[in-house]
């Protein structure tokens, strides 16, 4: 009889043990639900704030392809505008060729006009 009182015993401390064990899990257990309901609550915050950058990168990629846009057609005016410039530019340049390519031209002109 003995023995199965100390078998009770131990079947009762080991009850105690594991009562103590299962207390100390359900303690991690509720922790872990808190931390996981913060966490749910700080991914949902960084969804929206993804989200808000994202429309942001968005915005401003469309805005800078308009720019792009209008800096290539604020060139392509300055470019026509600078034509003439240009022209008088290579006209300077080239002035004593072009003269000499027009009296070239004058001479053979009056060379066969007094014929």
């Given at each position: 009889m003995d023995i199965i009182l100390d078998l009770l015993?131990?079947?009762?401390?080991?009850q105690k043990e594991h009562g103590?064990?299962?207390?100390?899990?359900?303690?991690?257990l509720e922790n872990m639900d808190i931390d996981?309901?913060?966490?749910k609550a700080n991914v949902s915050r960084n969804t929206e704030d993804i989200a808000h950058h994202i429309r942001r990168t968005d915005m401003l990629e469309a805005l800078h392809k308009d720019?792009?846009?209008s800096i290539e057609q604020g060139a392509?005016?300055?470019?026509?505008?600078?034509?003439p410039g240009k022209a008088i530019a290579w006209f300077k340049k080239?002035?004593?060729v072009v003269t000499g390519v027009i009296a070239a031209i004058a001479s053979i002109l009056a060379f066969f006009i007094n014929k």
């Open positions: 015993k131990e079947v009762r401390e080991d103590k064990e299962l207390s100390k899990q359900s303690a991690y996981v309901k913060e966490l720019n792009q846009i392509k005016r300055i470019s026509k505008l600078e034509e080239h002035l004593v």
